[in-house]
């Protein structure tokens, strides 16, 4: 019996002869060079686009601010549209109410931040005061240095003029900075207003832009599971951090600290930044409480309570309340907090979370993007390894 039927095809060469088949292998060259130089092109876009964001942050940063506003409170603009108010009237309605929380917390804590901002100065020398003990070892160093420029100061040329460059003070560095607040706030608020008062506008327009159907439910999907996700994990987050700042608050003003609202406020603040919002209110709460308190364990108590507080918050309030609509893992949130802190300082870090939702949430609906997105997402339990599968 013949080895080869009629109609089939021959059999294909090994892949080592075709390997040695000259044009082949030039074939296999040229795509390996296309290969690498598209893994390079795409590495120098990436850093172009990184540069990119760090010199354009005063630009991008409110647009992104008021997109995220805007996807927080657009369940609540579509389901009163769904009772007959219009999206114009729903969002001015918001977004008066959100300003109005600004403006009344800005004149509450103006006082105590002004004051903090004056005492500043004061409560450092105080606190290098308490812990002269714990730092003799870097006084005798500085003590060393000190005598090394005292000798070489008596061994200058006279003729020799010597330049101290001033740093700007306390009070200049806040006042721009409020400056810039205000104004990323003002567009914030105001680019929230036309999103939310379009209403479905711009989904609309992002259906039109794609010409196959299946294009235009995927992207429709995206959209809505982002809006839905970014929505319900900040209105959570909010609403968590806002009873973690009245617990601190009251801790605070139990402990006898100053100004607890102060501290209720920034605790509210600080939480939205997964572990190192926790860790930098302990360190502030205990330095204050240093300076403020004469008994050692009075001070301690203060930064224990505060991390009390922040524990029983991460460990059971925010897993029993969110539960697994923020499928992201550990590593992967500190590293985005991390890189968006170090582009954009606070602000950045303090997004950084809802963009990696947004980011998940693409992944999971792009098929080239799955990887990342797995990567992304909270650890799956391990199958059992040791049972072999029904057959």
Known sequence: MQNERIGQPPPLAPVADLAEDPAVAA?????????????????????????????????????????????????????????????????????????AVILVGGFLLSGPVAEWINQAPRLGDQLRERAKALLASFEAVQNATEQVSELAGDAEDPAVQRVAVESPGILSTAVGSVAQVVTTTIVTLVLGLFLLASGDLFYIK???????????????????????????????????NLGLGVVIGLAMWGAGMPSPVLWAVGAFVLNFLPYIGAVAGVALSGAVALVHFEHLSQALLVPALYLTATSIEGQVV???????????????????????????????????????????????????????GNFLGARDPLPDLETEPAA
């Open 27 to 99: 074939e296999l060259l040229r795509l390996n060079h296309l290969s690498a130089i598209r893994r390079l092109l795409g590495l120098i876009l990436l850093v172009i686009v990184i540069m990119g964001l760090y010199f354009a942050r005063d630009v991008i940063l409110p647009l992104m601010v008021g997109l995220l506003l805007a996807l927080t409170l657009s369940p609540v603009v579509r389901a009163l549209q769904r009772i007959g108010i219009s999206p114009p009237v729903t969002a001015t309605a918001l977004i008066i109410v959100v300003s």
């Open 206 to 240: 992002l259906i039109e832009a794609f010409p196959r159907f299946g294009d235009k439910k995927k992207a429709l999907r995206i959209v809505y599971g982002i809006e839905r996700r970014v929505s319900r994990y900040l209105l959570s987050v909010t609403l968590i």
């Open 318 to 372: 925010t897993p029993i309340v969110l539960g697994r609509r923020l499928e992201l893992n550990t590593v992967s949130v500190f590293v985005t907090v991390i890189f968006w802190g170090w582009l954009w300082g606070i602000a950045g870090a303090l997004i950084a979370v809802p963009f990696l939702v947004c980011l998940k949430v693409v992944c999971d609906n792009v098929e080239a993007l799955h990887v990342l």
